[in-house]
């Protein structure tokens, strides 16, 4: 089972995306076959079964082993991956693109996604996988941002010259520094 499924067809997505099969999928963690699962969910094993067919065209489950009960063989299905990220691009760009402004939301969006596509593609069986993951928070006042950003492109800048050559193992460096927004209590939040 690999760690992460990235996606990027449709169809993947409109497999994945139906709350029945997201419950399939979940009880599929282990190896199970669908009269197992269907007991799990009280449902019937024809309708799992259904369900699970769909998952396995999309990609998104294996058949993992096959057994013979009664005479009926009986197949072992697992889940693809442990989680499961949906690229932005199946919904594709909405609009013109404004010009690629290093200052810019849709230009943080972009690196985003880039960065995504590139972590999941990724060979999670390679030996070694050398990387790094780094968050922090920093409190700049408002006077001082423009120094802070320029001190940061500075920092960065030197770093791209002084490793930047033709030999070695290549890495790719992506910082994203954003307003950070304090979370709203739930009885004050927008999106309900």
């Not at 009280?42 to 799992?48: A, L």
């Not at 299905?77 to 200052?103: C, F, H, M, N, T």
């Amino acid at each position: 089972m690999r760690d992460v499924l990235y996606l990027e067809e449709i169809e993947q997505a409109e497999a994945l995306l139906k709350p029945q099969r997201v419950e399939v999928l979940r009880q599929l963690a282990e190896p199970r076959t669908c009269s197992e699962v269907a007991e799990r969910l009280g449902q019937t094993p024809q309708r799992v079964y259904y369900h699970v067919k769909r998952l396995v065209d999309a990609g998104l489950v294996d058949l993992v082993a096959e057994r013979k009960v009664r005479g009926v063989h009986e197949g072992i299905y697992q889940a693809g991956a442990r989680s499961y990220w949906l690229s932005p691009r199946l919904v594709g760009r909405i609009g013109l693109r404004k010009a690629r402004d290093e200052l810019s939301l849709g230009y943080l969006l972009d690196l985003m996604e880039e960065v995504q596509a590139d972590i999941a593609a990724l060979d999670r069986g390679a030996p070694e996988l050398p990387s790094i993951g780094l968050s922090g928070e920093i409190h700049v006042r408002p006077e001082r941002r423009q120094e802070f950003l320029n001190e940061l492109q500075t920092l960065l800048q030197d770093l791209f010259t002084r490793y930047g050559g033709d030999e070695g193992d290549a890495f790719k460096l992506a910082i994203a520094c954003y307003p950070h927004a304090a979370p709203q209590p739930e009885g004050e939040r927008d999106d309900v």
